[in-house]
């Protein structure tokens, strides 16, 4: 529990961390992300008291619906950090793919009430991993002026984007086996996804403080 509380902390203080420098970020994407945080925050402070202080059940059916605004999120997001046109085509088109996909996995694969909708989420963090490549290639236009990196909040967000849902992304994909495999169970710390979201919520913080609009 004292991890879990802290692991609220850290999320709450990226929030807050945004929305202090949210008047001095120029990008539509970067100044809507805060208000994500903070639904973010909110969404998953309701799931946790819902299913582990007030017992009502399985919280699952909290975190499949929000997959999908946590999804559009993002996508509203690097759609408009990204610069070039494709890239933003690519964005849309994976988004819709993510949104078809979900329906087909909610009605036809993994349709049991209370069921975390695995494939979707390996869906979303594959997109993300992508959408956060596209980034980093962007970072190579030697035609842009040079810009310091580190004082770029978006630079930050990305980083921490693309680290979470790579390892995430893996690591859920391998409990697929672990459960089948019950003797394999002991090797995994159920703390870790723990740990992968406050290294998450550490680089948006990095990045939100670091953050520098006029750069020389």
């Known amino acids: 529990m004292p991890l879990l509380i802290f692991t609220f902390v850290v999320e709450l203080f990226s929030a807050i961390a945004g929305f202090s ?12 992300f805060p208000i994500f945080l903070l639904i973010q925050f909110l969404n998953v402070s309701t799931s946790v008291l819902y299913s582990q202080v007030f017992h009502l059940g399985a ?8 997959m999908v605004l946590d999804m559009s999120c993002f996508a509203y997001v690097f759609y408009h950090i ?3 046109p494709h890239f933003k085509k690519i964005v849309v088109i994976l988004t819709a793919v ?11 694969l993994e349709k049991e009430i209370g069921e975390y909708l695995s494939y979707s989420r390996s ?3 594959f997109n993300l991993v992508v959408f956060s490549l596209m980034y ?10 040079e810009e310091n990196l580190t004082r770029k909040a978006d630079f930050w967000i990305v980083i921490g984007i693309f680290f ?3 390892t995430s992304t893996v690591i859920l994909s391998a409990l697929n086996y672990i459960i089948l495999n019950p ?28 953050h520098k609009t006029n750069q020389t």
């Open 123 to 125: 869906l979303m963090g």
């Open 164 to 166: 979470f849902y790579l």
């Open 136 to 145: 980093f290639y962007n970072l190579f236009d030697f035609t842009k002026p």
């Open 82 to 84: 990204l610069e070039r």
């Open 21 to 32: 420098k949210r008047k001095s970020v120029n990008n539509r994407g970067l100044k809507f």
């Open 98 to 108: 993510f949104y078809t996909f979900y329906f087909i996995d909610r009605f036809f």
């Open 183 to 210: 003797e394999t169970l002991k090797y995994y710390n159920p703390n870790t996804m723990k740990f992968l979201a406050m290294s998450l919520y550490s680089f948006y913080i990095i990045g939100f403080l670091c």
């Open 59 to 66: 919280n699952t059916w909290m975190y499949n619906i929000f």
